[in-house]
């Protein structure tokens, strides 16, 4: 068999402005780690051979079909605008229709220098790709909008880094789209009202076909995204960057740098050793999407020929925000309690278990797994949670379907990381085959939903350049 991807390109259709075209950087010595078979069978795709997957996905050949180019985008990057940052390490292959009729980008990562690459050698280590292929998969069977990964191979060269030298690789990304927040704010800062003109045409005609306005797109954004927050924070995901060029159109999560999930429950926890304040912290997640979106808004602003209407407009939608994501999550965490439908009065009875396993710095994931905890601390709120089950069915189908038994517990990435980087594999297949039927029990896997020893616990977490 030969690898045959079915590319029907519309991006490199748009104008010359929006992108760069650019190869791949050829590498030393492909080797195929893994290859999404199931994914590419949903793809269309089909596979070749081993050195035919290492080669294409590696960047030394180029499928029939493909057409590389580098994004361009800006974003607001802790708050602070940069007008150009673009693709620096990253070439979009092109786009498949998927059996159910979905467009998705195909996209090489650490793939070799680009025009935005800004000094950096455009390449991606074992660990950050081998950590992105395994947390975006399990994002996936968890149930949360996500790029998907379809392959990841060794390059044989090695990457330079803060700690030496290491083996490099790349990931293949999937995603419905790279179009992001900071797509738009990079024509707006521009002035480029034809360029971002083209770009809503083409961001509603792939994501929200039946929106006609700016508002109604901004709109449709912000209930995306509302609900991805929603349930980042329903599984104790923090994404770690969500800089507007991190922020997609689509409302799937894309970019998994430094992102982690909590063990131990704080609303203000903290991985990413870039992120010194805290500006994205677990619970801030649900503000500062509120400010992305208001960062669309203003990029939008280009396109409305009256302005005061549109500012109006624009803020009430964006006000709007914060009530969409305070639904989800009440819907979500009455899920994790076993509730079908909370009611806003079922916020308090939440809270104050989400306060006792502050207090008690108590596993997030197996806290909700295990309901009802047997520990004094919580009986006092075991005995209210009883009495508002009482009118309720199915709580523990529901339970089961709504907490997950594993989740990609940080020393377990490291771990796998290690192992991967002394030649040993194993683990990351594990990870990935137990990953994916995260609430299922697999008593064979309980090893792999314990919270970390004290010798094994991660403290902070690593871009993954
Ligand atoms: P990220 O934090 O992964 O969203 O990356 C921010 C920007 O830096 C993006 O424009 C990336 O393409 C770029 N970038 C990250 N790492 C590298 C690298 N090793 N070489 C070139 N560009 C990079
Ligand atoms: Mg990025």
């Not at 068999?1 to 402005?17: A, E, G, H, S, W």
């Not at 669309?296 to 396109?303: D, G, I, K, Y």
């Not at 020929?305 to 964006?318: H, K, L, S």
């Amino acid at each position: 068999m030969t690898l045959k991807i079915p590319f029907d390109n519309t991006y490199t259709r748009l104008p010359q402005r929006f992108f760069s075209r650019q190869n791949p950087t050829p590498v030393a010595s492909p080797a195929l780690i893994r290859f999404n078979t199931e994914l590419a069978t949903e793809l269309n795709i089909t596979p070749g051979t081993k050195p035919e997957l290492a080669a294409a996905f590696s960047g030394n050949i180029l499928p029939e079909g493909a057409a590389p180019i580098a994004l361009a985008y800006a974003g607001h990057q802790f708050g602070g605008f940069s007008p150009q940052l673009g693709d620096g390490r990253a070439h979009l292959l092109g786009e498949v229709v998927d059996t159910k009729g979905k467009r998705f980008d195909i996209q090489l990562k650490g793939s070799g220098p680009t025009p935005w690459s800004r000094g950096g050698d455009g390449r991606a280590w074992l660990g950050p790709v081998l950590r992105e292929y395994v947390v975006s998969e399990s994002m996936h069977a968890l149930g949360i909008p996500t790029s998907r990964a379809l392959a990841a191979v060794t390059t044989g060269d090695r990457v330079f880094r803060e700690n030496g030298a290491l083996p490099g690789a790349v990931l293949t990304r999937v995603a419905a789209s790279h179009i992001r927040v900071g797509t738009f704010e990079y024509f707006a800062a521009r002035g480029d009202k034809d360029a971002l003109q083209t770009l809503l045409d083409h961001a509603i005609s792939r994501h929200y076909p039946g929106c006609e306005t700016p508002l109604e797109f901004l709109t449709a954004v912000i209930r995306a995204q509302a609900e991805l927050v929603g349930k980042w924070l329903s599984v104790g995901f923090i994404h770690g960057v969500m800089n507007t060029d991190n922020t997609t159109i689509s409302g799937e999560t894309i970019d998994y740098g430094p992102c982690a999930f909590m063990d131990v429950y704080h609303p203000q926890t903290v991985f990413s050793s870039i992120d010194a304040r805290g500006r994205y912290a677990y619970d801030n997640q649900a503000h500062v999407i509120v400010w992305n979106m208001a960062q669309l808004a203003s990029a939008l602003l280009l396109l409305m020929p009256d302005q005061d209407q549109a500012i109006r407009d624009f803020t009430e939608a964006v006000h709007a925000m914060p009530g969409l994501i305070e639904g989800h999550w009440l819907r979500l965490f009455g899920r994790k309690i076993g509730l079908e439908d909370a009611r806003p009065e079922d916020k308090a009875l939440i809270t104050r278990l989400l306060d006792i396993m502050t207090d008690e710095k108590a596993d997030f994931t197996n806290s909700f797994r295990n309901l009802p905890l047997e520990e004094p601390a919580y009986s006092g709120w075991t005995t209210s949670w009883q009495a508002r089950l009482k009118s309720e069915t199915g709580v523990s189908a529901r339970l089961q379907a709504a907490n997950p038994a594993f989740i990609p517990r940080n020393h377990r990435i490291e771990q796998m990381i290690d192992a991967a980087l002394a030649g040993d594999f194993k683990p990351f297949e594990r990870l990935l085959t137990v990953l994916s039927r995260p609430y299922e029990s697999q008593p064979e896997a309980q090893d792999l939903s314990r919270p970390p020893q004290p010798g094994e616990v991660v403290e902070s977490t690593f871009c993954g350049t």
